[in-house]
């Protein structure tokens, strides 16, 4: 009786300490301005640390990080639901969920979901925010300088494959890349496009979500950094870094952006913008000529064999090296990229007539695409297993039916709409409007390299944050609630 009565009184105070501690954390939490908690937030998103192992699986410290933000969350529950982005990722999570009841990979499913609710929070709390304040964070300045390290970084490994392949099957890499994955490129079980010398990815795995993930960062050093000449500066950079990637289809994207960016010009009528349109459209021709021509590639491999004391060979005397593509065979990889896609998305419409509303449920495509290759194979045609959708629509119908489509389309309307707003609204304001502008083009390169690659909706675990950052910019531009937005 007495020992039972002892228990009772622990279990009694360790609850009332539980509770106690679960009241003050958040209080201890709001102590700290919301802009440095959100500037810490962003600076994680980019390396993301994998330190923290659970069960098996390992969670990257900028995931965690995402809980300082609950303060907000919690306190502005009420206003944030009545936001129609808030409300069309609620519906598309809610369908999602419901997927994972005929899903035979629940863990993808559990995965897709939790980065949408990070989505969700960093958003939320960033349209809180003074963005006045939040720019002014050492933390937000570490975060460009950490940008322009990682661009610098691929720019070396373009230059030098050996060691991209070194720093990738190395233990440091287990820092900045899920160390499954880190080790399964070690012991040879899983390859991705950044181990080929044609490639590049830095800190990533894989080059065309790195291309992505630097695209959006050099839109988004237009846009928040007010010194003109610093801002297209770091920017440079990093279409040099993107360039250095090998993904054709940045390269596409951009001319497409620039192309746009001269047709907002036409149409507003404005300097400003025309003149943002020309040097983005100088900066991306001088990169295609950079990395497009055999002429530069000749002078960085007589520095290169320089550097590995290689006897260099005369421009004239010998083509380029058979690890580095020439202009035409440049072109015939993108013509078999563009096939292998072509079959991918046939395997898809089949898919789709099979199960048009439920779609296959999280693992489902993975199962029926091995039979796909296996028929195409019987008919003479070579594709290599286990490949994905490489579209976000797609993507979305496969894992979670059609109705997290519609969810999709939405969404995307929704943004095309605050986006068209801030850009009118801002027009006569020399950064408001390049603001406006670069933050609606980041958003777009994500979707339109989601249409031709695997980045989804939001993106990769980098990209996510990234991109909640970037809506709730263009949120506050367009309703120009906060001057100091821009």
Known sequence: MVRAAAVKSLVERFYHQFNFAVERIPL?????????????????????????EAMGMWLP?????VALLFPEL?????????????????????????SLVW??????????????????????????????????????????FGSFLLATFVIICRAFPELENAFLISEWSGIFINPNVQHGLADGSIRNNALDPVKAGGIFVNANVASCYLGMLSLCAL????????????????????????????????IGLTIVYLVVAFVLKNILAARMALVLGVMVASMMMLFYSPIPQQFVDKITSQETGQAP???????PPPDEPSPRETLDNAEDSMNSRLLIWQYGLEAFEEKPLMGQGYGGWQQGFSGYVKRLREEGIELRDGFPPHNTFI???SQSGALSVVFAVLLLWHWSGISLSAIGKNREREHGLRMALALTGAWVWLTAHGMGDNTG????????????????????????KRASAA
Request: glycine share 4%; hydrophobic share 60%.
């Open 223 to 254: 846009a928040c950094i007010r010194r003109p000449r610093l801002a297209w500066g770091i920017s440079l950079v990093l279409l040099v870094a993107v360039f250095s990637t090998g993904s054709k289809t940045a390269t596409v994207i951009l």
């Open 313 to 319: 060979t005369l421009p004239s005397a010998s083509p």
């Open 395 to 397: 993507y979305l119908w």
């Open 457 to 480: 909706l939001l993106g990769d675990a980098h990209q996510v944050t990234l991109l909640a950052f970037i809506i709730a910019g263009i949120d506050n531009l367009s309703e120009r």
């Open 61 to 65: 410290l900028a995931l965690v990080s």
């Open 103 to 144: 899903s035979v990979d629940r863990a993808l499913g559990i995965k897709v979901i939790i980065y949408e609710a990070v989505f969700i929070v960093v958003f939320s709390a960033t349209k809180l925010c003074d963005w006045r304040k939040l720019k002014k964070q050492p933390t937000m300045w570490a975060f460009i």
């Open 28 to 52: 201890m939490i709001s102590l700290i301005s919301l802009e440095s908690r959100l500037g810490l937030v962003l600076l994680l998103s980019l390396p993301q640390v994998f330190i923290i």
């Open 74 to 98: 919690i306190l502005h529950m009420k206003a944030l639901a009545k936001d129609r982005a808030v409300l069309l990722l609620v519906g598309l999570v809610m369908t999602q969920c419901l």
